[in-house]
């Protein structure tokens, strides 16, 4: 029996993996989503959501593909790792992706076929073709050179490949790095961490979500506060501190997670940050 069914949950509340069942809608992840289906909608062209690590990147990608009206004659793509070896087989992946199959000899090609594909979904059928690029902090300079030309592809109102990047902050050193790639960048967001109060109602809607239906709460307000202070409002964070309390609450058999609680948590925890830093 898994820890979460002895305190009456059907499922894992604090897991860390990016389910959409568990995000939690903060307002720096509403905007973000919000800005991210306008600027698609108006098939504007290049989107970039920077954020540090464990702020929500992923879920965030994982809930627009997730939520997104599929009726309109959207294609959405979805690359979760662009580590490629070259050109030639981030082209070639693209194109497989768009369902182009015939054989190529050369990066051109296989760009030309892209383009291809491009216009004919894009102006001939109407359609928009959305690529999402995950762990956006791995493509290369000249991956990024590749999307850039990818980009140009246009009619006099739109573009007709959409891209939407989620990385790491260190992304944006190397897209300042590219002549003109910044200003062609239509939406640029950054994820804010959350608030303390966003915190409480994050831990709360992650317990809900898992079948908590009790009255009765699970954490107290010290003890969110002690979570929030650690975390900094950092998501993938506020799962691992909570999931640990949840697990102790168990193990100790209690029915409220205290200050207390969370300190030795935290205490636990920086051991080994600061054993890791030494
Ligand atoms: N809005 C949210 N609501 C609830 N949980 C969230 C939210 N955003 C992130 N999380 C949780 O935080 C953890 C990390 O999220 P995610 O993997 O999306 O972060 P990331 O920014 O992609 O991280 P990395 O920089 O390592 O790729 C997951 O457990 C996820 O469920
Ligand atoms: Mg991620």
């Not at 087989?89 to 992706?97: E, M, S, T, Y």
């Not at 490949?161 to 944006?172: D, H, P, T, Y």
Request: hydrophobic share 40%; aromatic share 10%; charged share 25%.
């Amino acid at each position: 029996m898994s820890y979460y069914t002895t305190l009456g949950l059907t499922k894992e509340p604090f897991s860390t993996s990016p389910d959409p069942n568990f995000f939690f809608r903060s307002s720096s992840h509403v905007q973000a989503l919000t800005r991210l289906e306008i600027a698609i909608r108006l098939r504007r062209g290049l989107s970039l959501i920077l954020g540090e690590v464990g702020t929500g990147k992923t879920t965030l990608a994982r809930t627009l593909l997730a939520n997104f009206p599929r009726e309109d004659g959207f294609h959405f793509h979805i690359i979760l790792d662009p580590s490629f070896e070259s050109e030639f087989q981030f082209l070639l992946h693209l194109a497989r992706l768009f369902g182009v199959q015939q054989p190529f000899k050369s990066a051109l090609d296989c760009r030309e076929a892209i383009e291809h594909h491009l216009f004919q979904r894009g102006v001939a059928e109407g359609g928009t073709t959305v690529l999402m690029i995950d762990e956006g902090q791995k493509l290369s300079v000249d991956m990024l050179e590749n999307l850039r030309v990818l980009l140009n592809y246009e009619t006099n109102e739109y573009k007709l490949l959409q891209v939407v990047i989620f990385g790491q902050m260190e992304l944006m050193g190397r897209i300042r790095r590219i002549k003109n790639f910044i200003d062609r960048v239509a939406l640029k967001y950054i994820i804010n961490p959350l608030s303390e109060e966003e915190t409480a109602q994050m831990i709360q809607f992650r317990l809900e979500s898992a079948g908590w239906s009790q009255a009765q709460r699970l954490f107290t307000p010290e003890a969110i506060q002690a979570v929030h202070r650690f975390t900094q409002g950092y998501p993938r964070q506020i799962a691992l501190v909570c999931h640990n309390a949840l697990e102790a609450l168990v193990i100790h058999e209690k029915s409220l997670i205290d200050d207390a609680l969370v300190q030795e948590l935290i205490r636990d925890e920086s051991r080994w940050t600061c054993e890791a830093a030494a």
